[in-house]
């Protein structure tokens, strides 16, 4: 079993930057595809990246040139850093991971991003 778990969650300014981490435990197997999500107040979970295990990236336009997915094999972990955070990147933030092994999505819990001055 794997299970996602997300952190790094809190409060920024607008323009601040946050980095979102999500840790996997147990064996990430290949070939997968990760994922980060978010969902605001009051509207449907929404796609914001997709990081795949051959290295390819793909974002939401929303969010395109101000976030960047990433993954650290050695450490399990992957990340969301963000830059130039604005009030509607508020949201409840979500990583899945896909195992083709398994055929099958594992979530997180979610971790809160609050964009405020």
């Known amino acids: 079993q794997v299970q996602p778990v997300e952190s790094g969650g809190g409060l920024a300014q607008p323009g601040g930057s946050l980095r979102l981490s999500c840790a996997f435990s147990g064996s990430v197997s290949s070939p997968n595809v990760m994922y980060w999500y978010r969902q605001a107040p009051g509207k449907q979970r929404e796609w914001v990246a997709t990081l795949t295990s051959g290295g390819i990236t793909s974002y939401a336009d929303s969010v395109k040139g101000r976030f960047t997915i990433s993954r650290e094999n050695a450490e399990n972990t992957m990340y969301l850093q963000m830059n130039t955070l604005r009030p509607e990147d508020t949201a409840v933030y979500y990583c899945?991971?896909?195992?083709?092994?398994?055929?099958?999505?594992?979530w997180g819990k979610g971790t809160l991003v609050t964009v405020s001055s």
């Open positions: 899945k991971v896909y195992l083709s092994r398994y055929g099958r999505d594992y």
